[in-house]
Nanobody
Framework: QVQLVESGGGLVQPGGSQRLSCAAS????????VNWYRQVPGKQRELVAS???????NYADFVKGRFTISRDNAKDTVFLQMNNLKPEDTAVYYC?????????WGQGTQVTVSS
């Protein structure tokens, strides 16, 4: 059973930074894409950033220039570095891995941006 475990959420002030981690139970290269999504109550889950097995990255317009997705192959971990956080970034952030026909999700980690 593939597992993705997020960590790094918490309370941060506006303008601050936070780094989320997504640790995979299997070789991170086994996923052709690893994505970060976020969701707030009452709204659909939205894609924040993605990284492919070749290292290509993609970002939602609302985080471009502020968030960076990266990968540590030796640790089978994908990171989401979030800078200049805004209150509207408050959400549960989920890690998602796609492999073949499989679509795997972590349990989510809460990020709250508030003074």
């Amino acid at each position: 059973q593939v597992q993705l475990v997020e960590s790094g959420g918490g309370l941060v002030q506006p303008g601050g930074s936070q780094r989320l981690s997504c640790a995979a139970s299997e070789n991170i290269f086994s996923f052709y894409a690893v994505n970060w999504y976020r969701q707030v109550p009452g709204k659909q889950r939205e894609l924040v950033a993605s990284i492919t097995d070749s290292g290509r990255t993609n970002y939602a317009d609302f985080v471009k220039g502020r968030f960076t997705i990266s990968r540590d192959n030796a640790k089978d971990t994908v990171f989401l570095q979030m800078n200049n956080l805004k209150p509207e970034d408050t959400a549960v952030y989920y890690c998602n891995g796609k492999r073949g026909a499989g679509n795997y999700w972590g349990q989510g980690t809460q990020v709250t941006v508030s003074s």
